[in-house]
């Protein structure tokens, strides 16, 4: 999606005046010898690579401003445009890096906000299924969390949002995929301690219903009968129309036993408990 930010640096600037090349009239010129073209210049090219979604040699256009004319405002602008090219070029690293190397010379900038975003989405487009390792997903959810807190009230801390909720989303999935593979083993307390993670933390994903209608499967497969009910009630209390809080309360009652009372203070205590 094409920011504002993007929009406002992208606006194209004056034609810059073409300086006649005498070089050749006596018998050629060193190219190493030959001045820097114009940061206007370069900026212009760099725009009109990106408006034909040329977007490696947009980003090549603007790292050879920051390269020519280092510390200017067109290298400050051109280094956030960088970073926005790599990101369309799908080449997250190098978006990652010329991020973070605005950030570090422009922490105050206005285009902070969208420089800490760009991180974070392209950290979070690199994101795994849920069978692999997730650690891009918790750095994503690190640099996103920081956007939503640093600029609340930007664009950027709404799309960080959107993106926060998938990430956790998918390290709850992880956790439920680790979970039962011990649960297929009947390695019940390994089982447990994964189901309790995403309670604790993973509370609004919506893996919560099956997390607590497996902790009451393993309790009372380990007959461990009060964590069980406990779960049970847990479960009851905050998805009562849940098909997992009917199996669950199935399975307790064909033991004839029911979820403990689902009321008041002892459900803020329950949960504490399952979640401690």
Known sequence: MLMATVAALAAPL????????????????????????????????????????????????????????PYTEWAKRALIMAAYSFYESQDYEETINQSRRFLQLHPGAPDAAYAQYLQGAALYDQIPDVQRDQTRTERALVILDEVTRKWPQSEYAIAARRKIEVARDQLAGREMTVAKYYLERRQFTGAINRYRTVVSQFQTTRHIEEALARLVECYMALGIVNEAQTAAAVLGHNFPDSQWYKDSYALIQGQGLTPREDTGSWISRAFRRITG
């Open 14 to 69: 004056g034609a810059c005046a073409n300086t006649p090349n005498f070089g050749n009239l006596f018998g050629g010129t060193d190219s190493a010898s030959l001045p820097d073209e114009p940061a206007e210049k370069l900026y212009n090219e760099g725009i009109a690579l990106q408006n034909r979604r040329d977007w490696r040699r947009a980003a090549l256009k603007f790292m050879e401003i920051d390269r020519t004319h």
